[in-house]
């Protein structure tokens, strides 16, 4: 009889199992001689797998010894085997992985899966549909029968939520937020990144008093953006009760990753705040200030406001400017409600609370004037004919929306629920069209010198060159506003428009520091939410299942990229920030000697891409107040007077155009893409 493992000595164990291997190898190698498939295989993972485990239970005792018996050589070790040593039974006799499973597996179907299911959102239900059919045609070796398994679901999701602040928060951490994020950003480690913070409220659901209060980072860099991603959420019946409390891990962190940098295997990035990005909510929350309906709002100076028809107005455009060291020692008591918790980080309280253009100009003005022109009873309301009017141009504008943009305009009369991306449409590039003729020539005068300011603002290369002319702009719009609409209709938005050429002189164009990417991923952690019952649990494991997945490589494109038909023909090119076709509405170009043009070929010659189409000899500026508007390149094309143009290659598109019509047939105005 053999004796039992256990009972041999140390030495006779260790020669046990070199006897063991001698003759598992040898088995192997005559395995190979009879069957190539089978043998490579095993020669690629088994042995492998088997001497590790020997070599690591020799240095930790033998008694922890264990493998399959060398004289009957396992299987060859697949992926999925491996995958099924991580799965254990809970007691709902629900398969889940324990440790980080799926090191094989992740470039597989399973891998692969979860990338898709995460980047889909695909619902639970349908994932175990989806696997249930896979595995009865084949799959059963690859996948589990539970989504949980699948995805990694964490198996306790309320030992990660803390009950606090009158609420439920949940904190991820920031210096592994920004780490992630850099990951699936850049394959290197870069020395200094800026970043971004946005707190705001999401509400969960519309039929109840719940939302989210998440703590949102983004991260700019080398060029490039990455995030946003949620550091921390809170969840209740409505914001947090403290804002020290709210953001206390937060801000922990935060000064640490300040004073100490990010450290990734020796290498350390410095991380710079470069702004708090709220909306009027968001800031005077976390800030700890008076908000917009209050006398003391405004964040940027110390204008006292005044009461009118039932609200609080900011008319004086000349108080004297807040600054740090006076928010600091609050030289304006009135101001402020407590010591904010970001008083704390060395930060700039005053020039590093951004006035976010998304909410103030597109969700504030911009729907406040439109409101005006559409409902008030205010003298400039537009009468139906002028309406109709505005409606049908409006119709007709909807087949010339190039496709950078993701919404056609809808009608105004939908003002009330349009979106802040219909809003900055209509400022940037149709509103200067559909308005013309219609609206009293003031108030025309007055909407173009808000749209030329913030086209201006928004930029990149006029946004400091013309930075004082775009901040006369907006004093005179405001200054005309009151003339115009009324002192009751100087809000806290619209006083506001004075201090935004400032924010961009200190932080860059609008766009750099606009809440848009920040929206854009609050609807994505809300569409994450699928039932009404605990919304924080169902969005901490749809992110930890994220956190858990491989690290996506960073995706480089090289630009400009040529998409073909099945035919071999071009059919778009598309370039870093728009994309071009010899079709309308994609069509319209400027190009670098500042001609509009309009594509009609685009084709492949001795390996370089060219375009063919007509270029236009005459135009003339759109409107002349308050600026002309040729400096902008804003045109009112005549078509006939187009020439043939051929072979202009690919370096000499500078800008895409929005080619929109005119009342007159031989005649479009072309309006250059600025935002990306
Ligand atoms: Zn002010």
Not at 46 to 62: K, M, R, S, T, W
Not at 147 to 152: D, K, V
Not at 382 to 400: A, Y
Not at 504 to 516: E, Q
């Amino acid at each position: 009889m053999p004796k039992i493992r256990q009972t041999l000595s140390r030495q006779r164990k260790h020669q046990l199992i070199k006897k063991e291997l001698a003759a598992y190898e040898l088995s192997i190698n005559e395995s190979k001689k009879t069957d190539n498939e089978f043998s490579l295989s095993i020669s690629q993972s088994a042995p492998i797998v088997e001497n590790v485990h020997i070599q690591d239970n020799f240095n930790n005792g033998f008694d922890r010894v264990t493998f399959s018996p060398p004289h009957a050589p396992s299987p060859p070790i697949t992926g999925s085997l491996q995958l099924e040593e991580h799965f254990r039974i809970d007691e709902h006799n629900t398969t889940f992985l324990e440790g980080g499973g799926f090191s094989k597996a992740e470039a597989s179907l399973a891998g692969e899966l979860r990338v898709w299911i995460s980047d889909q959102n695909i619902s639970k239900q349908s994932v175990n549909s989806l696997l249930k059919i896979l595995r009865k045609h084949g799959h059963s070796d690859e996948l589990p029968q539970d989504y949980r398994a699948l995805l990694q679901t964490p198996r306790c999701t309320s030992d990660k939520i803390d009950t606090t602040n009158g609420g439920y928060y949940v904190h991820f951490g920031l210096a592994e937020t920004l780490k992630r994020e850099l990951k699936k950003a850049s394959d290197t480690f870069p020395k200094k990144i800026d970043m971004y913070i946005n707190c705001d409220g999401l509400s969960v659901a519309s039929s109840s008093r719940s939302e989210m209060w998440p703590i949102l980072v983004s991260i700019c860099f080398n060029g490039k953006r990455a995030g946003p991603a949620a550091v921390g959420i809170h969840w209740g019946t409505s914001k947090p009760t403290s804002p020290h409390k709210y953001l206390e891990k937060f801000i922990s962190e935060l000064k640490t990753v300040l004073n100490n940098g990010l450290h990734s295997n020796g290498s350390v990035c410095n991380v710079n705040l470069k702004a708090v990005v709220c909306d009027t909510l968001g800031r005077s929350f976390v800030t700890c200030t008076k908000g917009h309906s209050a006398y003391f709002g405004c964040t940027k100076c110390t204008e006292k406001g005044e009461w009118c028809v039932n609200h609080v107005v900011l008319p004086n455009l000349n108080a004297p400017l807040r600054s740090d060291e006076s928010f600091r020692m609050k030289l304006q008591p009135e101001h402020h409600s407590d010591v904010s918790p970001l008083e704390a980080l060395p930060i700039n309280m005053v020039t590093q609370n951004a006035l976010d253009y998304m909410h103030l100009v597109c969700l504030g003005v911009m729907k406040r004037m439109v409101e005006e022109w559409m409902d008030r009873t205010n003298g400039v309301r537009l009468n139906s004919t002028s309406k109709k009017l505005i409606e049908q141009r409006i119709l007709q504008l909807r087949s010339c929306i190039p496709s950078e943009f993701s919404r056609k305009p809808r009608p105004l009369a939908y003002f009330r629920i349009y979106k802040a991306t219909e809003f900055r449409l209509f400022l940037l590039y149709t509103g200067p069209v559909i308005l013309k003729g219609i609206l009293d020539d003031n108030l025309y005068k007055n909407f173009l010198t808000l749209s030329i300011a913030i086209r201006i603002l928004c930029e990149p290369e006029l946004c400091i060159a013309l930075n004082d002319y775009a901040n006369s702009l907006l004093h005179t719009f405001v200054e005309n506003y009151i003339v115009l609409y009324g002192l009751k209709s100087m809000t806290f938005n619209i006083h506001n428009l004075i201090h935004i050429a400032d924010d961009v002189k200190n932080m860059g164009c609008l766009d750099s520091f606009s809440c848009f990417c920040f929206e854009n991923f609050l609807k994505t952690l809300k569409a994450k939410i699928k039932t009404a019952a605990n919304p924080l649990h169902q969005v901490v494991n749809r992110l930890y299942e994220e956190f858990s997945l491989p690290p996506q490589t960073a995706e480089y494109k090289c630009f400009p990229i040529v998409h073909r038909t099945n035919q071999d023909q071009i059919k778009k090119i598309d370039f870093e920030a728009f994309s071009i076709t010899a079709k309308s509405p994609d069509r319209c170009f400027m190009s670098a000697n500042n001609d509009i043009m309009l594509s009609e070929r685009v084709y492949e010659l001795n390996g370089e891409i060219f375009i063919d189409g007509k270029m236009i000899t005459v135009n003339e500026p759109l409107f002349k107040e308050p600026c002309i508007s040729s400096t902008f390149h804003v045109y009112l094309n005549q078509i006939s007077t187009a020439v043939n143009f051929e072979k202009l290659p690919l370096t000499s598109v500078k800008k895409k155009c929005l080619e929109l019509p005119h009342s007159t047939d031989d005649f479009f105005v072309s309006v250059p893409l600025i935002h990306h």
